[in-house]
């Protein structure tokens, strides 16, 4: 028997599987079910939709002292979604890697939490996840060193709210904050969450975005040339797994602590864009709610992904899409709506090699002459080339064709 499935249509081929579940036959149709079985049907309604799976592994993350939380999430195809859970918490002893996706296993004896979304500590939670999704692991984990987890869900039989590009909007009353408008997606939860959880920075956004921002927060240098120097550096007491990222030398080894620390299959050239700094890191949740409670004159934030201003009123503090650096460091514009940028393009410009700019710049001259032979005009021999960020500027004079 190859795995569960195999297992279970045994069980049903013996007419014996209904057995299994029943603890007590008592007539008339009616069964005492047994405790494990009566545990799997109510962790199956435990979880109704990936948000509800990000938010239980939140709530783990807060309950391990966790400071920094990043959240990662990729749409592989039409029903398949991966996540990546990554925090710089308490971290998993190596014995329960597998032990803590069973029923009742828990950490919290004496100190389970009561939060605004319920009772947390029955050690259901991980349980009711894995019977959920396709995959779930713990891709790291130590004492003192945080843990990384990686899920893949199938969105065909666990549900998503479809629009998870959609930002919340954040109001500020006399008293409190609210959150209006949207859909209950992946980054409402998140914003929800932090509101409630101030001290933990949350980072939300593709994998190689949170790579690229956990290499950015890390205080370590690269110094791992070699696997061997990496596993030596990872051993040392003081280095998360947030940290991982950012003590790789170069681009290869950085790849292989990807795949081998957090499960994640990124491209060479998408790790090479990370690697040479090309993908600007995010900012936490926690920076946006701090920005917009210092400003005084700020009752709304919109966090919106898709680079328009979501609010036109006056008092409107905006957070969007745009290419300003000086927003990137924290800097807020002196106008009514100001900005942070969520951009990840930076520098696409040095892509480009300079025998490619020279083959560029040879067929733009042919055509030129060619179309311009018509007008007796000619392009000029020497071109002026000047690259900045993502534009490439070419500057070709023309001349009287003698």
Do not use: W
């Amino acid at each position: 028997m190859n795995n569960n499935t195999d297992y279970n249509r045994f069980l049903s081929d013996l007419n014996i599987t209904a057995h299994l579940k029943v603890e007590e036959d008592l007539g008339s149709g009616y069964v005492r079910l047994k405790i494990s079985e009566a545990e799997r049907r109510q962790a199956l309604q435990d979880i109704k939709c990936i948000e509800d799976i990000v938010l239980e592994c939140l709530r783990n993350s807060r309950d391990a002292k966790s400071k920094n939380i990043f959240i990662a999430t990729k749409k592989i195809s039409d029903k398949t979604r991966h996540l990546y859970i990554i925090d710089d918490g308490a971290g998993i002893p190596d014995k329960f890697h597998k032990l803590i996706f069973q029923s009742r296993v828990t950490s919290k004896l004496e100190n389970a939490v009561r939060d605004p979304y319920g009772f947390h500590g029955r050690g259901m939670a991980l349980f009711s996840i894995k019977l959920n999704v396709e995959k779930i692991c713990i891709s790291y984990s130590g004492p003192a060193k945080g843990t990384a987890i990686f899920i893949e869900a199938d969105t065909g039989k666990i549900t998503e709210k479809k629009d998870q590009s959609a930002m919340p909007v954040i109001k500020k009353n006399p008293g409190s904050i609210t959150i209006e408008g949207g859909v209950n997606n992946i980054a409402r939860i998140l914003m929800e969450f932090s509101l409630q959880n101030p001290d933990i920075n949350i980072f939300y956004g593709s994998p190689t975005q949170i790579v690229s921002t956990m290499i950015a927060n890390s205080k370590f240098n690269k110094n791992a040339c070699n696997i061997k120097d990496l596993k030596e550096i990872i051993s040392r007491p003081g280095l998360k797994i947030t940290d991982f990222v950012a003590i790789a030398s170069n681009y290869a080894i950085l790849g292989q602590v990807l795949k081998e620390y957090f499960n994640m299959n990124i491209s060479e050239r998408a790790i090479q864009r990370i690697f040479y700094g090309e993908i600007q890191q995010l900012n936490s949740f926690k920076v946006y709610l701090d920005m917009f409670l210092r400003n005084e004159s700020a009752s709304r934030i919109s966090l919106n992904k898709a680079g328009k201003t979501a609010l036109k009123d006056d008092n409107a503090f905006v957070l969007q899409d745009c290419k300003n650096k000086d927003l990137l460091t924290g800097k807020v514009l002196n106008d009514n709506n100001d900005n942070l940028s969520l951009c990840d393009e930076l520098g696409l410009v040095k892509r480009f090699k300079d025998e490619e700019i020279r083959y560029i710049i040879d067929i733009l001259k042919k055509e030129i002459n060619k179309t311009g032979s018509r007008y007796f005009i000619e392009a000029a021999e020497n071109v002026e080339i000047t690259k900045q960020n993502n534009t490439l500027n070419l500057k070709i004079n023309l001349k009287q064709k003698n």
